[in-house]
């Protein structure tokens, strides 16, 4: 009997955007799936554009009152009744082509968690200043292998604030079994117990060792616009209006009576830290991180910050330091200063310079309309159909691209 398949979106006032992005998974031709909408109590036309969709597999609900992301995403869970579970953001998009390529990898070795490749659109809009209206294919990120991923590695890694090649499991553009879910559910009877949801599922993952795989091939594509969150908190711009993303984030953040045992403030490299601590107190875990390597790693990013918040920011993990035993790694950082470019990181850039070079960007407007649901039709286009990964191994890969490359040529380039 085929596994049901939970596609979820959780979504608060980005209306415009969830209208292309809902109809991207409602594209998928496959009976054995649901999509939840999760309405955070939006204020906006979210509400009307829902009910303008007629699809028996759309399940669409509403907090009743703006609660956190991280409740948002215990409340989809808890309505949801996959044997996988899905999260994609309000403005990402499915491609609808490539679900069969997930499809097989769940039926046919059944793991925990799976990953894959995930192109990024940027949504046309007065406000977003980054590289719009188009998508990037790199070679090494399509038809590629369905990998095993060792999670000893993975754990030595996140330990030390590693995370070049860090190739681990995630719920958001990802997928998680729910035996794998409800086995890891907290003393709370809560599985998402951390500020940043996707974060605490990728973390947990890790240090109890999911029977995790990383597919070289794209399902989903992750959209990029001035309501994404994440652009919000590492934009001064966006920062600046107080009813930004990331304002809302903090905000909601702290009346959410589930907290992570350390607030480290705007920091967003400090979430990645605060929530690992999280997990490690609720699995009981021993292993300490290297603290020296997290500081550097946090105090190295000030991008978005102002001198007042990076201050902030060394308050708060003195404030820690000091509570679990670290001060002489902090004070070891703050005299070295925290640096962000090494050889390994230089090495990384050059790899990924390397790989552009075996890469195309196509513009992704179909009849006079550039949207995400664009961008997910002109992929699937490029990427067509009958790919099946295989374990540890991708001897098609060449002659695939080649493929994609020709199918590609009817659409105009972007540089």
């Known amino acids: 009997m085929p596994k049901k398949i939970s596609i ?12 292309y992005s809902l109809q991207t998974a409602l594209a998928i031709d496959d009976p054995d799936i649901e999509v939840i909408v999760s309405n955070n109590a939006s204020t906006d036309d979210t509400a009307e554009v829902l009910a303008a969709f007629d699809d028996p597999r759309l399940k669409v609900l509403n907090t009743g009152t703006r609660v956190s992301m991280r409740h948002n995403f215990e409340f989809c869970l808890a309505e949801a009744s996959g044997d996988y579970l ?16 997930f ?62 090649e860090f190739r681990a ?82 905000q909601e953040n702290q009346a959410d009576p589930v907290r992570d045992v350390v607030d480290l403030g705007t920091s967003v490299r400090g979430a990645f830290f605060q929530v690992l601590e999280t997990v490690r107190e609720i699995l009981g875990e021993e292993e300490r991180p290297d603290y020296a390597a997290w500081f550097r790693f ?45 050889r390994k990181r230089l090495a990384a850039r050059w790899a990924k310079a390397k790989s552009k070079l075996q890469s195309f960007r196509v513009k992704t407007e ?27 191994a991708a001897p098609e890969q060449s002659s695939c691209w080649r493929g994609a490359v020709q199918r590609s040529k009817p659409f105009p380039k972007q540089f």
């Open 103 to 164: 499809r097989h990898v769940v039926e046919t070795h059944a793991p925990d968690s799976l990953s894959w490749s995930i192109p990024t659109f940027g949504w046309v809009s007065d406000d977003y200043t980054g590289k719009a209206g188009g998508v990037r294919l790199e070679k090494r990120f399509l038809y590629g292998a369905l990998d095993p991923i060792e999670m000893g590695l993975m754990r030595r890694k996140l330990m030390a604030a590693d995370f070049e």
């Open 169 to 250: 499991p995630t719920i958001y553009h990802g997928a998680a079994s729910r035996a794998f879910m409800e086995r890891h559910r907290a003393p709370n009877g809560l599985f998402f117990n951390g500020t940043s949801p996707d974060l605490y599922f990728t973390y947990l993952a890790v240090l109890s060792g999911a029977r995790h795989m990383d597919l070289r091939h794209p399902v989903t594509i992750s959209g990029k616009s001035a309501a994404s969150t994440g652009a919000a908190h590492n934009s001064k711009a966006i920062k600046k209006n107080a009813v930004n993303p990331a304002t809302r984030f903090a």
């Open 298 to 342: 946090i105090l190295a990013d000030r991008k978005g910050h102002s001198a007042a918040e990076h201050d902030d920011v060394v308050a708060r993990l003195r404030a820690y330091a000091t509570q679990c035993g670290a001060e002489g790694a902090l004070d070891q950082v703050l005299r070295a200063g925290a640096g962000d470019v090494s």
């Open 8 to 19: 979820i979106i959780p979504t608060r006032e980005r209306a415009f955007y969830l209208h």
């Open 86 to 101: 899905l999260y994609i953001g309000d403005d990402d998009a499915m491609i609808p082509g490539q679900f069969p390529v």
């Open 366 to 392: 179909i009849d006079g309309e550039n949207t995400v649901l664009s961008a997910a039709e002109v992929v699937d286009m490029i990427l067509g159909d009958g790919f099946v990964p295989q374990l540890g």
